[in-house]
């Protein structure tokens, strides 16, 4: 595939625009094509004249090689039933001939005097032995039927011997090769010929297939066979410019010569205005514009052609419809002779420059290609053909110049030769030049697309499209909504918040994913494991939530974060896992959020194979290999479910304390004591639940609870005031032992010590020695006092430790809470609670482990592209968590790794223990957010997408919304459209909507 940069290729066909304008009238003005207002299908015909000139042209360029009319004949009838292979063959042989030795004088005199009377002269001579050698080479350039090369049409071939010499007794050459056959297969370029030789190339535009001018099955066959025809050209040209032309040395050759710079290429996406040809036409001497064609050597019949394309521009001027489909034939009639008396054309190109017409093919242009829009490419291939030719023999005459006396008899290299490698070459040039062509009708398509939108759409941009649609896709009811929830009981203020945002590569901030939604009031507790032997039962409401993300070349523009944020003096615990069963969760994360702390979870989403990709996959495999990969994918659909737990703390505490509902609301210490208890200390509930009669006051209730837990924290004072005292008994005996073991080591630092705490001096009962001395070696109260004195810092230390841990004990007296702080300005958009007048479909006791097989049978019935893939929510692996040590202390952001994790899930699940009494009690006060995503994915870019695949995603995404909506809502799809859309999308997806 040949690069395509835009800037260079404009220059190139700008350039040749040059020697255009001296090929044809002055009353012409053909334009670079992306300069000239044109419609969608002037780009069809631009590809279809363009596919016609590259064949011609090459055609053009395999004549002076020797294709002539007869070999064209017969090449064409064996390639309506076998291939045609067009070959270079060469064969070299190198034998010795002789050796000769000599002797050669150099050319310096040496001079030698005696007495300055007798002088001598003298030369050097040296021997020197050559061996020569036969050089022998045989090249044939050949076609042939299927795999039997005997039955051949030979173009040209050639023989030649020279005599080699070298110093030396090695072969310059292997005494016998043949070299690797050069062999392109030209049975495409044969069948687009008819009997009359005139090419038919067409785009079928009523093929599925056929997506754009450029992106259709015709010249994506025609890329493909003109790529393998540019291979063999370079390969032609590189065998005799980097081989054979190197044979022979010093032949005195300019063989720069060899190049094909000066030959015209005729592939040049050109169109032209017809209202400034019009005009040009009013100011210039009247023209029969009607011919635009070569007489194609014996035709007569062209003259009905010409009056019937009259007629039909006749009636194109009175509002006649133009076909849909252009049918540009060239005709080659008359490869090897023109006609004579044939007249020049008239069709805008001056009177063709004498050439060699006999050598080269004679291509017209069959008239009647005017598009609606007035633009006539294909009215310049005649003489841009002729050209072509001319200047192929201008280059023959200037070989010719440089190659004249190579057939004399030695001489290995000669014109033939070198018109074969300037020819391989200009067919390997038209070839990149046609691909080029193409990749610029598909980038003009891009350029304007760009330009009519103002930019190049990326999927940040799609993601941000996709809500303003869907507003306007569907009824208030359905649309989808962000997916952000408060946690609280009714009429009461949040808890916190719950929600899942996006994080769009443009950096804005993150917003809540939209999602459709629906909720089940009715359906039956869930239940999940704490320990092997415990099992807790969640009620509450429970949603159903439905995601369809998008990826474009595996980018969809964005990264899920599940966010989750507690209010000051508020908590809740977020559980994350499956739901593998209808009644059953399965949890893998947890964790308490309290006190403004925020926990920012990354989401990864993982698709798996869309039906139709995984039925192609498993169509060829064995039963036993079926069954294996049909019981796997049921387990990755199971994994499509992800669940949400929020369970408030408050609620379930006053369930577990025998407390009257809201009793707990505003002892803001209270509440936080009890937690303390149960994570830290991991009390029983039952030794501070309320134990009297259950009719008493609210008050004498929370009274009764605040008595017992005060006793409780008494005890845990007293012992832990025990424990501190025995562990400083401990280390002053740890202190003591250590340090009588190292005293004869740092005696010098223990007297300074003694000194320092009091204990030093010469009494002690040791007597009058040095200080310190006495202390260590003496006897009786020396060393107890010494002990003591030693360990009144461990003891001040232990004091303080002991002060800290009472002051981190709650020892406000709070009753009510202090006010909490609003929302930022940014918040309130993403965590606004959902207002209780909005509707929500309530999906009774729906079983949603049911929903990932529903879907699968949707995807397979009604996305016809294989492109919507089931999608599996991971949880990531490091979480972030924001938190505040005070009310008025900074907020610290830390990560969560695996080991974290860890620790927050015991935490999490020893207070769900004790919140249950170990599973005998249910939490009430929970919420179950059930979430399901699908992927809708495309193999390009956006804007390759929408310019290769002439794919709108919109209406693709539209579709998969749809699909997905009417599972999550229970519905139809034509009770979920606006009614200002549904005509529009019915008539897009009669299928899906016909669907009950």
């Known amino acids: 595939m ?19 304008r001296t090929i044809l009238d002055n009353t012409r003005r053909p ?37 002539h009319d007869k070999h064209l004949d017969r090449m064409r009838s064996w390639a309506s039933s076998r291939s045609v292979t067009l070959r270079l063959k060469a064969e070299e042989t190198c034998t010795f001939l002789r050796e000769v030795t000599r002797e050669e004088e150099s050319k310096t005199t040496h001079v030698t005097t005696w007495n300055d009377s007798f002088t001598r002269k003298s030369k050097s001579v040296t021997k020197i032995t050559e061996w020569f050698w036969n050089y022998h080479i045989r090249y044939e350039l050949f076609a042939f039927k299927g795999n039997e090369p005997e039955k051949s049409v030979l173009f040209q071939s050639h023989s030649a011997t020279v005599e080699l010499m070298t110093t030396t007794e090695h072969t310059p050459y292997p005494k016998d090769k043949v070299r690797p056959s050069l062999d392109v297969n030209i049975t495409w370029l044969l069948q687009l010929l008819d009997d009359d030789h005139k090419i038919n190339f067409n785009i079928d535009r009523n093929n599925s297939a056929c997506h754009t001018p450029r992106r259709n099955p015709e010249i994506i066959s025609a890329l493909s066979e003109l790529s393998r025809i540019r291979s063999w050209g370079n390969s032609v040209h590189s065998y005799f410019v980097s081989h054979y032309f190197k044979v022979q040395k010093d032949q005195g050759l300019n063989l720069t010569a060899v190049n094909a710079d000066s030959l015209f290429v005729p592939i040049l996406p050109l169109f032209e205005d017809p209202e400034e040809y019009e005009e040009a036409q009013s100011e210039a001497p009247e023209v029969d514009d009607s011919v635009v064609s070569l007489p194609p050597a014996s035709e007569p019949e062209h003259a009905d052609d010409e009056k019937k394309d009259k007629e039909k521009e006749k009636e194109k001027k009175k509002g006649g419809k133009s076909p849909r489909s252009s049918k540009a034939k060239l005709s080659l009639k008359g490869l090897s002779k023109k006609k004579k008396g044939a007249k020049s054309p008239r069709s805008g190109a001056k009177s063709p420059r004498k050439s060699d017409a006999s050598s080269y093919s004679q291509l017209s242009l069959t008239p009647g290609l005017a598009l609606p829009s007035g633009v006539l490419p294909s009215v310049f291939l005649t003489p841009f053909l002729e050209e072509q030719k001319r200047t192929f023999k201008e280059k023959f005459d200037e070989l010719q110049k440089q190659f004249d006396d190579q057939t004399k008899k030695g001489m290995l290299v000669r014109i033939n030769e070198a018109k074969v490698a300037v020819l391989g070459l200009h067919i390997a040039q038209l070839c990149t030049r046609y691909d080029q062509a193409m990749d610029f009708i598909e980038d003009m398509l891009r350029q304007q697309l760009i330009s009519a939108i103002g930019k190049v759409v990326k999927p940040v941009d799609f993601t941000k499209y996709l809500l303003f649609h869907n507003r306007l896709l569907f009824k208030e009811a359905f649309r989808p909504d962000g997916f952000s929830f408060a946690v609280r009981r009714p009429d009461h203020g949040p808890e916190g918040y719950v929600s899942i945002e996006a994080q769009l590569a443009d950096g804005s901030l993150k917003e809540p994913i939209h999602t459709s939604r629906a909720v089940s009031y009715n359906s039956p507790p869930m239940t999940f494991s704490l320990t092997a032997s415990v099992e807790v039962q969640l009620k509450g409401p429970r949603f159903l939530h439905g995601w369809v993300s998008h990826q474009f070349s595996g980018d969809s523009g964005q990264k899920l974060h599940l966010v989750a944020r507690a209010r000051q003096f508020s908590s809740f615990i977020l559980i994350l896992g499956r739901i593998p069963s209808a009644n059953a969760f399965d949890p893998s994360h947890a964790i308490v959020v309290t006190n403004k702390d925020l926990i920012d979870i990354p989401l990864d989403l993982e698709t798996i194979p869309s039906p139709k990709e995984f039925a192609d996959s498993i169509e060829s495999l064995s039963p036993e290999q079926q069954r294996f990969a049909k019981a796997y994918r049921s387990m990755q659909l199971s994994s499509t479910l992800f669940g949400i737990a929020v369970v408030q703390i408050k609620p379930q505490m006053e369930k577990l304390l025998k407390l009257d509902d809201d009793s707990l609301t505003k ?37 009764r609870v605040k008595h017992h837990v005060s006793r409780m924290w008494e005890m845990i004072k007293k012992e832990e005031k025990k424990q501190l005292t025995d562990a400083v008994s401990a280390s002053a005996y740890r202190t003591l032992t250590d340090t009588t073991r190292s005293s004869s080591i740092v005696s010098s630092s223990i007297s300074s010590s003694f000194s320092s705490y009091g204990g030093g001096g010469g009494g002690g009962g040791g007597g009058g020695g040095p200080p310190g001395r006495g202390a260590i070696g003496g006897r009786g109260g020396a060393a107890p006092q010494m002990s003591r004195d030693r360990n009144a810092p461990v003891q001040q230390q232990q004091q303080q430790q002991q002060q800290q841990q009472q002051q981190q004990l709650p020892t406000s007296s709070l009753s009510s809470p202090s006010p909490s702080p609003s929302p930022q300005a940014g918040e309130v958009s993403k965590t606004q609670p959902i207002p209780q007048s909005m509707t929500v479909t309530d999906i009774g006791d729906t079983d949603v482990t049911a929903l990932p097989q529903e879907l699968e049978a949707k995807f397979a019935k009604f996305d016809t592209d294989g492109a919507l893939r089931p999608t599996i929510v991971n949880v990531g692996k490091v979480w972030s968590k924001s ?97 200002n859309q549904l005509k529009r999308v019915t008539e897009m997806n009669t299928k899906l909507l016909a669907y009950e």
């Open 667 to 703: 002892e803001i210490k209270l509440t936080q004591e009890l937690q303390k208890l149960f994570t830290t200390y991991h009390i029983p509930s039952d030794l501070i639940s309320f134990d009297g009669d259950v009719a008493a006051p609210k008050t004498e209730k929370v009274e």
């Open 883 to 979: 938190s505040r040590k005070g009310l008025l202390s900074e907020a610290t952001v830390t990560s969560l790794n695996k080991e974290d994790l860890k620790k927050e899930r015991t935490g999490a699940f020893d207070l769900l223990d004790a919140l249950t009494k170990s599973g005998l009690l249910s939490l009430d006060s929970a919420e179950i957010h059930v979430f399901i995503a699908a992927t809708h994915s495309f193999d390009r870019t956006i804007m390759d997408t929408v310019i290769q695949g002439n794919i709108n995603p919109i209406e693709k995404l539209e579709r998969s919304s749809l699909i997905v909506t009417t599972s999550i809502h229970r519905t139809t799809p034509d009770k979920l459209i606006d009614g």
């Open 2 to 20: 040949a690069s395509y940069n835009p800037t260079t290729f404009k220059a190139t066909v700008e350039k040749a625009l040059g020697d255009v």
């Open 31 to 67: 334009k670079f094509a992306a300069d000239v207002q044109h419609k969608y299908d002037d780009k069809f015909l631009l590809a279809e004249t363009l596919t016609s000139v590259g064949i011609a042209s090459i055609l053009n360029a395999l004549a002076p090689l020797g294709l």
